[in-house]
């Protein structure tokens, strides 16, 4: 790649990165590395990761983890608002009001609501003007939290038809929990880049929009949370479940042969078998 190519990309990424209004702004290497790689085609991993490391924004919240390895077993859903998983968040110092976090499961999708106080009564009134404000009204048929006493009273704003349940699975909502990691890490790179104190009430919209509008990383289709409708949601089914489907269905076949059972191989020469 030559020295202007470089410089042309460089210059690309500043505008990308450090755009709020960008799908891939203050966000991981593998994201921004998805949205250049549609205008640059010859851009490489190494390049977005070097370019990163140069960033003082980016390596000031850059977080060491270590991979393991765990048992994948989705939580299998056909569509968007089945279930929700929420949990409650404060961003930034201690005198910011605390944020209802409600994610669709399915989906992805983020949507969050101001709290006045950590109590049931308030908590209701949040989620319901939630629904109303940013989800035309509709609710969701499960809704799943932490085991919270802020929690306590939700089933008394759902509508019939709707339960709310408790997590089970280590006392946590964990889509709601990862919702909560994937805003702070990109509220507090916007922080460090602008040098604002608190931006979440200011700047809570153009964040979540940002989130939103973030492909999916765990699927091989270019598609955002935003972009998930009910026309679609079979897309999005095959590529989040289609090969864990296929390798159940594969070993709940019945076998075509017995235990101990007799069976005759037949030797084939292949194509450069002695012959005698």
């Not at 955002?224 to 390798?247: C, E, M, W």
Request: glycine share 4%; hydrophobic share 35%; proline share 5%.
């Amino acid at each position: 790649m030559s020295q202007v190519r470089k410089k042309e990309i460089e210059s690309f990424l500043k505008t990308v990165y450090y755009d709020i209004s960008k799908s891939a702004s203050f966000s991981t290497p593998h994201v921004l590395y998805r949205y250049v790689k549609r205008y640059y085609p010859d851009v490489t991993m190494n390049f977005i990761q070097t370019w990163l490391n140069s960033q003082h924004t980016y390596l000031m919240h850059k977080q060491s983890r270590t991979p393991k390895k765990r048992r994948f077993v989705p939580f299998v859903l056909t569509n968007k608002d089945l279930y929700w998983d929420c949990d409650t968040a404060m961003f930034g110092h201690k005198s910011t009001k605390p944020s209802l976090i409600c994610t669709d499961s399915f989906s992805s999708f983020i949507r969050a609501q101001p709290l006045k106080h950590l109590t049931a009564n308030n908590m209701n009134n949040a989620f319901v003007k939630l629904i109303e404000s940013q989800n035309n009204g509709i609710y969701p048929m499960n809704v799943r939290t932490d085991a919270g006493t802020e929690f306590a009273k939700l089933q008394q704003v759902l509508p019939t038809g709707s339960k709310h349940v408790k997590a089970i699975l280590r006392r946590k909502a964990y889509n709601a929990e990862n919702s909560i990691r994937k805003i702070r890490s990109r509220l507090e790179r916007y922080k460090t880049f602008t040098g604002k104190k608190s931006a979440w009430p200011e700047y809570k919209d153009e964040i979540l929009k940002s989130i939103n509008s973030t492909p999916l990383s765990n699927i091989n289709i270019d598609l955002s949370p935003a972009d998930v409708t009910l026309r679609n949601a079979g897309i999005l089914f095959d590529a989040k479940y289609g090969s864990y489907l296929d390798s159940v269905a594969r070993a709940n076949e019945s076998p075509v042969f017995r235990k101990n059972q007799g069976v005759r191989i037949t030797l084939d020469r292949g194509p450069f078998a002695k012959v005698n």
